[in-house]
C-alpha cells in the first residue's frame, strides 16, 4: 500500500478502536501490518496506533497479541533505529526515532534501551549539546519512567537550575511520568513544592506538570487521585484567565483519558460544580465527560465482543 494511505489507514483504525466502533483486535493486526511496511513513515504511524491502544483496555488475548507485536516488531526496530543518529538518515527516521525509542523502551522487552537512554540522559542534564535536540525529550522521558532515586534528584536539580523554557518544558513533561510509586508521589508533589521561600513550580508552570502527568498512561490514575486530593490548593495556585487553557480547566481537560466507571464518578463528584467558576469551563468539562463516557462505552463493547467470540 502506498506511504499515504497505510498513514491515513492506521490513524483510522486507532479512532476506530478508541470509539469502540472497531475491535481493539482489528487494530493490533493494522499496527503489526504498518511496523512490517518498509516505510519509516508508515511505521511512525503504527506506533503511534499502538500508544493509542493501551494496555488497561485489553482483555488477556489481546494483551498477549499486543506484547508479542512489541517483542517481535517494535524491540527489534528500535535496535535497527538506535537511540543515535547516523549520518545520511532522512527525516523520517528522525521522526520515527522519537516516537519508537520511549515506546519500545517502555516493556520488558526493551529494558536494555533504558540503560543507554539513562547515561544519555545524564550526558544532556550535564550539558544540553551532549546529544541532539530532536531526540532529547525521548531520551529524558525514559530516564524519567524508570528513575530511581538518584535520577529524581538530577531531574530535579536540573528542573530547578533551569532558565530555558524549552528545557523547563522537557524536564517537566519527563517527570511527570516516574513510575515508581514512592518516587511519583514525591514527583507529583513538586507542583504544590517549595524551593527555599519560593514555590518549585509557578501556577503555569504547575498546570503545564500535571497536563502532562494527566497524558501518560501509567501515570494518569495517580496523578488524578493527587489533583482530587489537592484541587483547593491547585485550584488557588492555577492563574485565572480568560480561556480555560491556562487554568485548573486545563488539567480537567487532559483527564479526557479517565476510562472507568469509577474514575467518571470521581470526576463529576471533583469538577462539576468547580468548573462553571472558570470562563470556558463549563465547556471544558462537558468535553471531557463526553471523552470519559466514550471511552467506558467503548472498553464495555470491547469486553463484550471479546467474550462473544
Not at 526496530?77 to 520511549?102: C, F, N, S
Not at 525514559?142 to 523554557?165: H, I, P, Q, V, Y
Request: glycine share 8%; aromatic share 6%; charged share 30%.
Amino acid at each position: 500500500m502506498p506511504p499515504h494511505e497505510a498513514v491515513a489507514l492506521l490513524g483510522d483504525a486507532g479512532l476506530l478502536a478508541e470509539t469502540g466502533i472497531a475491535r481493539v483486535d482489528a487494530a493490533l493486526e493494522w499496527a503489526d501490518a504498518g511496523l512490517a511496511h518498509p516505510s519509516r513513515v508508515v511505521n511512525t504511524a503504527a506506533v503511534q496506533l499502538l500508544e493509542k491502544v493501551e494496555d488497561g483496555w485489553l482483555e488477556p488475548g489481546q494483551a498477549r497479541r499486543k506484547a508479542g507485536i512489541i517483542a517481535n516488531r517494535v524491540v527489534p526496530l528500535a535496535r535497527t533505529i538506535g537511540w543515535k543518529a547516523r549520518a545520511g538518515e532522512g527525516q523520517d527516521v528522525v521522526r520515527l526515532r522519537g516516537d519508537l525509542l520511549p515506546f519500545a523502551a517502555r516493556y520488558p522487552e526493551g529494558r536494555e534501551l533504558r540503560a543507554e537512554a539513562n547515561a544519555m540522559a545524564v550526558a544532556w542534564i550535564a550539558d544540553r549539546g551532549a546529544i541532539p535536540a530532536d531526540i532529547a525529550p525521548g531520551v529524558v522521558d525514559t530516564a524519567a519512567r524508570f528513575a530511581d532515586a538518584a535520577m529524581l534528584d538530577r531531574l530535579e536539580g536540573a528542573l530547578k537550575a533551569s532558565a530555558s523554557s524549552r528545557d523547563r518544558r522537557i524536564l517537566m513533561k519527563a517527570v511527570g511520568k516516574v513510575r515508581d510509586p514512592k518516587l511519583r508521589e514525591r514527583a507529583l508533589g513538586l507542583s504544590l513544592a517549595k524551593a527555599g521561600d519560593k514555590d518549585f513550580f509557578n501556577g503555569r508552570d504547575m498546570i503545564d506538570f500535571l497536563d502532562s502527568a494527566l497524558e501518560d498512561e501509567d501515570s494518569r490514575p495517580a496523578a488524578f487521585q493527587y489533583v482530587r486530593a489537592n484541587v483547593e490548593a491547585i485550584d488557588r495556585k492555577s492563574p485565572r484567565e480568560s480561556l480555560p487553557e491556562g487554568s485548573l480547566m486545563r488539567v480537567v481537560k487532559s483527564m479526557r483519558g479517565l476510562c472507568t466507571a469509577k474514575e467518571r464518578t470521581q470526576f463529576v463528584e471533583s469538577f462539576a460544580r468547580r468548573a462553571p467558576s472558570y470562563m470556558g469551563g463549563e465547556v471544558a468539562y462537558r468535553q471531557t465527560l463526553e471523552s470519559i463516557d466514550t471511552c467506558v462505552a467503548a472498553r464495555t463493547a470491547q469486553r463484550s465482543a471479546s467474550r462473544a467470540s
